[in-house]
């Protein structure tokens, strides 16, 4: 099976959903960029937990942080949508790979006696 993106990109971005508070940040940032003292409040967690869970999330790729021009201390974190289409590229081709091998077992079981 070919990979649509490189295999160290990929296990980033994993090992960066693999966390279910990261997985929830993401799902708040898909309804629009927020700072990281909002996703904080949402998810319940202290400031420096939610600043470990942000950095890990931007070194993976999947959120970009800004400042606004009017306070460079403000942090807003918006989703960068290049990793999830790479994973859904990579769950797509997955599935297709194990498609074909149940079709095979399958034929392969209704030939045998």
């Known amino acids: 099976m070919g990979l649509t993106l490189p295999q160290a990109q990929l ?4 090992a960066a959903l693999a966390d279910p508070h990261r997985r929830r940040v ?3 940032l898909s309804r629009g ?12 967690l202290p400031a420096p937990a939610m600043s470990r869970h942000l950095r890990t999330l931007r070194e993976s790729g999947l959120v ?3 400042h606004p021009p ?11 949508p290049e990793p999830m289409t790479h994973l859904l590229r990579w769950l797509e081709e997955s599935e297709r790979l194990w498609s ?3 079709l095979a077992f399958k034929a392969h079981v209704e030939k045998a006696p």
């Open 70 to 80: 009017f306070d460079a201390r403000v942090r807003i974190y918006a989703l960068r």
């Open 26 to 28: 993401v799902d708040l």
């Open 64 to 66: 970009a942080e800004s």
């Open 33 to 44: 960029p927020r700072q990281a003292g909002e996703l904080a409040r949402e998810l319940g």
């Open 11 to 14: 296990d980033r971005t994993l």
């Open 100 to 102: 074909e091998q149940l």
